[in-house]
């Protein structure tokens, strides 16, 4: 239960899904993410959330941290994130994804697992997990 991959948008969208109140912000947050747009992104990270490089190096504190973080990665012209499967938990979401990304090699893709820990409908921590890039 709380189980599910994208491939069926029906599954992925019912809010009657178990977990569906947790995935929620994570879901809003990758929808933001992939139009690269900051404010909507934003809305959904506490404004003490804490962002990890997996397991325990921390990147960047605060929602003002993050917003710039993310403000410079949306500049890439080729940037999405691409929901392979979604995994609820209790209040952590965790999905494996794969990023198109524009690297200073070139352009290319990474798997990312993404942990998120919710509270209060928000995102309050989050940790990666990357894997090697392949360049295009």
């Not at 929901?83 to 198109?100: H, P, T």
Request: contains cysteine.
């Amino acid at each position: 239960m709380g189980l599910f991959s994208t491939a069926n948008p029906d599954l992925a969208n019912n809010m009657n899904q178990p977990n569906a109140d947790v995935t929620l912000p994570v879901q809003m947050q990758l929808e933001a993410y992939n139009a690269k747009d900051i404010d909507a992104f934003m809305q959904w990270w506490a404004d003490d959330c804490e962002y990890y490089q997996f397991p325990s190096t921390l990147l960047a504190k605060g929602a003002l941290e993050i917003r710039e973080r993310h403000v410079a990665r949306f500049r890439e012209p080729n940037l999405f994130g691409k929901l392979v499967s979604r995994m609820a938990v209790g209040n952590l979401v965790i999905d494996q994804e794969i990023v198109i990304r524009n690297f200073p090699e070139g352009r290319g893709e990474v798997d990312v697992i993404c942990i998120y820990e919710i509270e209060n409908g928000k995102i309050a921590k989050a940790w990666f997990k990357m894997g090697t890039p392949r360049l295009d």
